[in-house]
């Protein structure tokens, strides 16, 4: 059974960073596409960022590329999220999601919540003065 949880979530002002982590168990880490989504009270659930299984290629949304990095660490089953110029507008719960694939598709990332098998329970994540 997969498990993914998510550590890291807290308080940071606006203009600060912070990284959030995601551990998974239970499967080949290195056969999964990961994700990171977050969902703001009342709004829709968004996509900020998604790595490859082989972690070579990644994708970030236009509200958060160049601020948010995701990386994957496949000898230790992590993936992080490196949060850069936070700002109020960040504030949501972050969690992360994982996607079986074939070996023939370790190259592939992706950026609809559909896409993904697993989840986490999610970090709060507020950024506030």
């Known amino acids: 059974q997969v498990r993914l949880v998510e550590s890291g979530g807290g308080l940071v002002q606006p203009g600060g960073s912070l990284s959030v982590a995601c551990a998974a168990s239970?499967?080949?880490?290195?056969?999964?596409?990961m994700g990171w989504f977050r969902q703001a009270p009342g709004k829709e659930r968004e996509f900020v960022s998604g790595i490859s299984a082989n972690g070579d290629n990644t994708y970030y949304p236009d509200s958060v590329k160049g601020r948010f990095t995701i990386s994957k660490d496949n000898a230790e089953n992590m993936v992080y999220l490196q949060m850069n110029d936070l700002t109020p507008e960040d504030t949501a719960v972050y969690s992360c999601?994982?996607?079986?694939?074939?070996?023939?598709?370790?190259?592939?990332?992706?950026?609809?919540?559909?896409?993904?098998?697993?989840w986490g329970q999610g970090t709060q994540v507020t950024v506030s003065a």
């Open positions: 999601a994982a996607r079986a694939q074939s070996s023939w598709n370790v190259n592939n990332y992706y950026t609809r919540y559909i896409d993904y098998d697993y």
């Open positions: 239970g499967v080949t880490f290195s056969r999964l596409a």
